[in-house]
């Protein structure tokens, strides 16, 4: 057991030494702050700023990989940024208690307001893609293209009941074990069979660092939610793909098809990769990232 612990920390401390080189920053955003990071190629040819949205058990430190190949190495002097969400990292949380995907889109807009990005390419993975689709629909002009990883549908279609039982279930467990138990306890879900020791440390290590209120936000986020609905209103407006993990048992491969139906959106699944398949397959989804900027 202590070796298994001994090999953790090694792995986690690996990555955190790869993630020191994208210092976290801060902004003022509207009335919040926002905490992200960030990576440029100064190299080559502009190209427009990419921006990368995290789940609800992570945040922008888990994007270290993609940091590394689509900003430091892309040779297209491009920006790679990732937020952490209202409520995570160091973050102002959004103002309600149960607050809906467009909370959090405005927050968003004023982000990219304040670091001068008036259009970008935008990635959300998980309930990140909650989040940026309702930016997409909210302000259309601003996405040249919105690729989803694993989306999250959220629950707001479905019936009271069911809203409630979904939150209620997520919010009595993280009463219950605390942003490190959680990361116990769900992230080895994150992952297929086929992932690293080191790929399950850093998403272990990820979310064991979630702020308990903002989780707990993201909880009624994904209650009220309907990215179907707000996949509709994108639709002529707003290219789209959407991509999942072969082994994703969280958002399965059907689930997300049927988002990418909605959306009108290309669809394709990444073998060998569960739901944190960007952490697991780096180098598939970094390419797969890759071509859809190219494209947009």
């Known amino acids: 057991m202590n070796q298994a612990i001994d090999t953790a920390a090694s792995s986690a401390a690996a990555l955190e030494t790869r993630l020191a080189r994208f210092a976290l920053r801060d902004v003022r955003a509207g009335e919040a702050r926002v905490s992200y990071r960030e990576a440029i190629d100064e190299s080559g ?3 427009l700023p990419l921006v990368l949205l995290h789940g609800i058990g992570s945040g922008a430190a888990s994007w270290v990989q993609q940091f590394e190949a689509l900003g430091e190495a892309s ?7 990732a937020w952490d969400a209202p409520g995570y990292g160091a973050s102002t949380p959004v103002a309600s208690a149960s607050p809906v995907a467009a909370d959090y889109a405005r927050v968003l807009a004023d982000w990219l307001d304040a670091l001068d990005i008036a259009r970008c390419v935008l990635v959300g993975h998980s309930l990140g893609a909650i989040i940026a689709g309702a930016f997409a629909a909210a ?3 601003r996405v040249s293209g919105l690729l989803l990883l694993s989306p999250a549908g959220g629950y ?19 009463a219950e074990l605390g942003p490190q138990g959680l990361a116990e306890k769900r992230s080895a879900n994150m992952l297929s069979p086929h992932a690293s020791a ?9 979310m064991s660092r ?6 707990a936000q993201a909880t009624h986020l994904l209650a009220n939610a309907d990215l179907a609905a707000d996949l509709a209103r994108c639709v002529g407006k707003v290219p789209m793909a959407v991509a999942v993990g072969a082994e994703d048992t969280i958002t399965p491969p ?7 139906q909605i959306a009108q959106a290309p669809f394709q699944t990444v073998p060998r990769a569960g739901h944190a398949g960007y952490i697991e397959r780096p180098d598939a989804y970094s390419a797969l990232i890759d071509t859809f900027c190219l494209a947009h």
Do not use: T
């Open 156 to 174: 707001g279609a479905a019936d009271a009941a069911v809203r409630e039982e979904k939150r209620d279930a997520r919010l009595a467990m993280l």
């Open 139 to 141: 302000y259309p002009a």
């Open 198 to 206: 080191q790929a399950r440390d850093w998403v272990r290590w990820n």
């Open 45 to 47: 040819q502009a190209a």
């Open 75 to 81: 040779g297209r002097s491009r920006r790679v940024l």
């Open 210 to 215: 979630v702020v308990p209120h903002g989780y």
């Open 254 to 260: 059907p689930a997300c098809e049927r988002l990418a």
